[in-house]
């Protein structure tokens, strides 16, 4: 999972929050527990004390010496009690112990005289050599001429086990917790954040020729919806700004084309019906060629525009790709003959596709016009037509000087030409390869330049091949 998503972030959150909360209040019940369980012990304790205590102090005590040690036994049963006590004089001597409890858990003997406190009740906490922890009052009674110190302890074993089960229930418990809210968090955001996957895979498949497409309309009133909704506003606009500055193009020069085409018949009729000064001939001609170039490109930006609309892609119809190509090479002979470049067609079998005719004949016609044009004389142009696995690829290649690498990721950019000094002195616009690549595109297709070693250039267009 990306740690930088709002996914990731959102459970990593919660889950440390939830962690904090659930380990302080684990502390909290923890320490609470402790000192509530030992304070109520520490305060049962002390009552007995007090009450050996008061024992002490009766008459009956002061008659029968014996008393006390028999009232103890009958009335708190220390043995059956897991209790302690001991009941001893200011020297030390030990006027009463209790005997072992019945779970053997310490042996009274064993314990180590109380020596501190004053008077007035106190408690120590003492481990037994078995290993319990006991929790002993201590009280001292002042008895005519003599001051006793009596002991009443209980083990704290009881706590202790209560205090490890809460200990291993949230131990236990806190992965189960985490979990379960990570998971559900889990889900939760993914079933949230859904509708942003699909918008975001929606928004993919919007490119500049796909402007039409809007995202996905999301159901409900949230964020995200308004979101979509505003996007689609968004897209609506630029789809209509783009569409308006394509029929701009378009509308340009269709109206150009008709002045161009008159001036250019003019220029030529005036070259070829006067006796001109050879001067004048030389201008008159010159101006036809720029007349000329005028025409292709305004032909070129016309057939762009007319792509960018959609205009173009009306016909299609069926037919072998191999032999409009054969064609089209045969055609463009006399062109590679002016320069004694060998055109090579390299013939294979039938590949059909279903298509604009006219339009792959320009794609032909301008691949094998770039390479007759860019490849030195006496050079070599090939052109191969094949299928594999449903699509069809024609390749032109040469022996050329090929693209710079600079240059290549720019070929199919409109008015671009590569090596300007190189180009200048080679006529063209910059728009032959535009005009490919919007052709492959409005067929689905694609199209793809790069350099052949030692030298050359080559260029693969890959269509479906027709059902
Ligand atoms: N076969 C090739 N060998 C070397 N460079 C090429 C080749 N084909 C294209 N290029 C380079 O790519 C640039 C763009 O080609 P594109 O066909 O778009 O324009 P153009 O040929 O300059 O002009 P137009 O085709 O509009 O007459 C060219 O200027 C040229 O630098
Ligand atoms: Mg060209």
Redesign the pocket.
Known sequence: MNSQSIHFRLIAWYAGVLLLVLLGFGAFTYTTLRFFGNQVLREAMAHRAQQIADLLSSDAAAKDPAYVAREIVKRYDPVTNDRFVRVSRADGKVLFLSSAPIDRSFVPEELPPWTSGRNGTASYQVTAPEGTRLLVATQRVPVRNETFLVEVGGTLTANARLLHRLLMTLLLGLPVVLGVVILGGYILTKRALQPVQTMMRGAQEITLRHLSRRLPTLHGDDEIAHLATVLNQMIARLDESFQNTARFTADASHELRTPLTIIRGELEAILLGQKLEPELRDTVASLLEEAERLV?IVE?LFALSRLDTGEAQTERVRFDLAKLAETTAEQMCLLAEVKQIELVYETATPVEIEADRSRLKQVVV?LL???I???PEKGRVSLAVRAQNGTAFMEVS?T????SEA?LPH?FERF????EVR?RK?????????IVHSICLAHGGSVS?DNISPTG?H?TVALPKAQ
Do not use: F
Request: charge should be negative; aromatic fraction near 6%; charged fraction near 20%.
């Open positions: 292709r070129g301008n016009d770039n390479a044009k860019y490849t040469d050329g000087p090929g693209v240059a070929l671009y030409r590569a090596d180009s080679i006529d063209g616009a910059g728009l032959g390869l535009s330049v250039c260029v």
